[in-house]
């Protein structure tokens, strides 16, 4: 039995649907509230037998902050897959996504303890990465640097890894992927599927850009580490660097709207001078932070060479993987009543 988290989120639907296609048994964490029925229907995209592999999920309500729901999860898994977290770089959501992403791992690995439990693949992120190397260049080596300014998100993402490499140490075979931005199917609006109703409803976009990756490509790739008991390692997973105005050049062309504008340092800044002086009044001006305009002012060269060489594997584009989400993104908007 395999227990996968955040199965409903748009990474760990996809990994359960990868074990689903290798013949695994699957058990799904999820909330009371999960709109499973959204999860089903975004496997019409990936499969020609969405019914067939969604019927064979085992779903389970699981409290992560009750040991014994949690040990009662794991009940003859033998492999984890750790997708659940929270993900949001708004200030409000600091304290939910410290609770949710660190207690919630920490709490998860102290549950493996004296299970069945043999292998633990967790998924962070790339955000966590500081450290160039010498070809100017974050990679694997690239530690996190606590003397740096971090988004909440980051951190987050560097404590929970650290619960996980304290498990590593302590026995546990576990691998820990760093996945770029993951461009997805479903879940619109909400975390990773944000980016299509984001580049569809703002006019304005920024200079910098990010490291993006399919998600196919994750799920598939998180499923071989496994299968290749590739342990005590981490694995950065991206596809390539684009910047924020290539990718809103491609979405809101194919959506049929104007090209979206640049807003500059000086737009940036003084919107950061809004939230101090406004922030408290006006709720979005808290985004405008300088952690995030930094964010969203640089493009960072990440290297996914190693993991191209482990597995010799060959990364979906950047502009096939938009072409093929936004298509379902637009298919979904068509049959909204």
């Not at 227990?3 to 699957?26: D, M, Q, S, Y």
């Not at 993900?87 to 920490?106: C, L, Q």
């Not at 493996?112 to 693949?121: D, I, Q, R, W």
């Amino acid at each position: 039995m395999v227990f996968v988290t955040g199965a409903t989120g748009i990474l760990g639907r996809v990994i359960v649907l990868e074990l689903l296609k290798k013949g695994k048994n699957v058990r799904a964490a999820k909330r009371p509230a999960s709109n499973i029925s959204e999860v089903k229907h975004s496997y019409t995209f990936y499969t020609e037998d969405p019914d067939g592999f969604f019927s064979k999920i085992e779903w389970i309500d699981v409290d992560f902050d009750d040991i014994n729901s949690l040990q009662d999860a794991l009940e003859g898994v033998e492999e984890v897959y750790h997708c659940a977290a929270k993900v949001s770089f708004h200030p409000a959501d600091e304290k939910e996504m410290y609770h949710t992403n660190i207690k919630g791992t920490e709490n998860l690995l102290y549950a493996c303890e004296g299970s069945a439990v043999k292998k633990f693949l967790h998924v962070s992120s790339i955000a966590v990465l500081d450290h160039f190397n010498d070809q100017g260049e974050l990679d694997e080596e690239s530690d996190f640097n606590p003397k740096l300014e971090h988004s909440a998100y980051a951190l987050s993402k560097h404590l929970s890894e650290m619960e996980v490499w304290r498990a590593s140490a302590e026995g546990m075979n576990a691998v820990i992927i760093n996945p770029g931005m993951i461009i997805g199917s479903g879940n619109w609006g909400n975390s990773s599927g944000d980016i299509f109703p984001t580049f569809e409803k703002n006019s304005f976009t920024f200079s910098g850009g990010s490291n993006y990756v399919d998600v196919r490509d994750v799920a598939e790739i998180s499923v071989e580490l496994m299968e290749k008991n590739r342990f005590g390692e981490r694995f950065i997973i991206v596809a390539e660097g684009r910047r924020y105005s290539e990718l809103a050049g491609q979405i809101r062309s194919e959506l049929g709207l104007k090209k979206a504008r640049i807003l500059s340092d000086f737009q940036l800044n003084a919107g950061r001078w809004a939230n101090i002086l406004f922030g408290w009044l006006i709720p979005p001006l808290r985004m405008i932070t300088k952690t995030n305009i930094e964010a969203i002012s640089n493009l960072h060269v990440v290297s996914n060479q190693k993991i191209k060489e482990t597995l010799d594997y060959q990364f979906i584009p950047v502009t096939e993987s938009i072409d093929f989400h936004l298509n379902n993104y637009m298919n979904d908007k068509k049959m909204k009543p």
